[in-house]
């Protein structure tokens, strides 16, 4: 009797140190996700201000001002923060309205993938069959064809032009979504309350809608945030190799690649860019991780 008490007193003290490091771990989370979500508020913010927030018009010209580094002042008496580039256009300028570009592709990009993808991983879940088999071949032989070939071929015959950016980048995303959801319908359709809304009469589309999208709500938010650090990444590649944006259109992965042939002369050109590009596409991504931990309690050993 009197051994039993100091033995459950470590295992409560142990279990009481366990929640307490649980919840300052999503409360930390927590705050990580909300600075996350204040930096791409903050993009987008200047990205829909771009005209009264740039100190320059992006594609306006100065033969004298070009290659000029970071200064105050200017040969011609403006202020290039981030320089010049080799037409003397504002570094500055070109990197807000750049987000313009940035993020209504990655978003546009990530809406049409997250409903083709969603679409058929649902159908492919809870249908099964030869509908499952079909779908998942056809997601298996795109994950083995390259990315840049399908983009190039698609590019050439319908052209460059911000319809068929996001059209490309959001086929190359669904099939994230499609096998996921569907590992989770497969899962779900197999629950009890399927069977007894099944057993009252319940149509598919009402099962689909009310009871199996809710439930994968939260891994589509996670895979929605994932992608769109990736179509932002995409989109630069793209515009780097002269099939996304065009010119004078100033995009980021279009700034570094005007850039990268005066590196040693005028680093300005490509690093600005390729920092944003680069804390951006980080900063969205660990967002989608610690989004996943939050909401995935077996991820926090609850």
Same mark, same amino acid.
């Given at each position: 009797?009197?051994?039993?008490?100091?033995?459950?007193?470590?295992?409560?003290?142990?279990? *009481? /140190?366990?929640?307490?490091?649980? @919840?300052?771990? #999503?409360?930390?989370?927590?705050? =990580? %996700?909300?600075?996350?979500? +204040?930096?791409?508020?903050?993009?987008?913010?200047?990205?829909?201000?771009?005209?009264?927030?740039?100190?320059?018009?992006?594609?306006?010209?100065?033969?004298?001002?070009?290659?000029?580094?970071?200064?105050?002042?200017?040969?011609?008496?403006?202020?290039?923060?981030?320089?010049?580039?080799?037409?003397?256009?504002?570094?500055?300028?070109?990197?807000?309205?750049? *987000? /313009?570009?940035?993020?209504?592709? @990655?978003?546009? #990009?990530?809406?049409?993938?997250? =409903? %083709?993808?969603?679409?058929? +991983?649902?159908?492919?879940?809870?249908?099964?069959?030869?509908?499952?088999?079909?779908?998942?071949?056809?997601?298996?032989?795109?994950?083995?064809?390259?990315?840049?070939?399908?983009?190039?071929?698609?590019?050439?015959?319908?052209?460059?032009?911000?319809?068929?950016?996001?059209?490309?980048?959001?086929?190359?995303?669904?099939?994230?979504?499609?096998?996921?959801?569907?590992?989770?319908?497969?899962?779900?359709?197999?629950?009890?309350?399927?069977?007894?809304?099944?057993?009252?009469?319940?149509?598919?589309?009402?099962?689909?809608?009310?009871?199996?999208?809710?439930?994968?709500t939260a891994s589509l938010v996670v895979i929605a945030t994932l992608e769109l650090a990736r179509a932002i990444v995409l989109e630069a590649t793209l515009s780097f190799l002269g099939l996304g944006v065009q010119p004078p259109t100033p995009s980021w992965g279009g700034m570094v690649?005007?850039?990268?042939?005066?590196?040693?002369?005028?680093?300005?050109?490509?690093?600005?860019?390729?920092?944003?590009?680069?804390?951006?596409?980080?900063?969205?991504?660990?967002?989608?991780?610690?989004?996943?931990?939050?909401?995935?309690?077996?991820?926090?050993?609850?």
């Open positions: 009797m009197a051994s039993s008490t100091p033995a459950s007193a470590p295992a409560s003290t142990a279990t *009481t /140190r366990l929640q307490a490091a649980a @919840g300052r771990g #999503a409360r930390r989370t927590r705050w =990580l %996700i909300a600075a996350s979500a +204040g930096f791409v508020l903050l993009l987008g913010v200047l990205a829909a201000a771009a005209p009264w927030v740039a100190p320059h018009d992006p594609t306006r010209q100065s033969l004298r001002a070009r290659l000029k580094g970071p200064t105050l002042e200017g040969p011609d008496g403006r202020m290039y923060a981030f320089g010049t580039d080799h037409l003397g256009r504002d570094v500055l300028s070109r990197l807000i309205f750049g *987000t /313009r570009v940035s993020l209504l592709v @990655g978003l546009a #990009a990530v809406v049409v993938g997250g =409903l %083709i993808g969603s679409a058929l +991983g649902i159908v492919a879940g809870y249908r099964g069959g030869w509908t499952d088999t079909a779908i998942m071949t056809v997601a298996d032989a795109q994950l083995a064809f390259p990315f840049i070939l399908l983009a190039i071929g698609i590019i050439a015959v319908l052209g460059p032009s911000f319809p068929t950016l996001v059209v490309v980048i959001g086929l190359s995303g669904w099939v994230g979504y499609a096998r996921i959801l569907r590992s989770q319908v497969l899962t779900l359709r197999s629950r009890e309350f399927v069977d007894a809304i099944h057993a009252l009469g319940g149509s598919v589309p009402r099962i689909l809608l009310r009871h199996v999208v809710p439930n994968v690649q005007e850039g990268r042939e005066y590196l040693e002369s005028a680093w300005w050109i490509s690093t600005f860019p390729g920092v944003v590009l680069m804390v951006t596409s980080i900063v969205v991504s660990r967002a989608g991780d610690w989004l996943r931990d939050l909401l995935d309690p077996t991820l926090r050993g609850e």
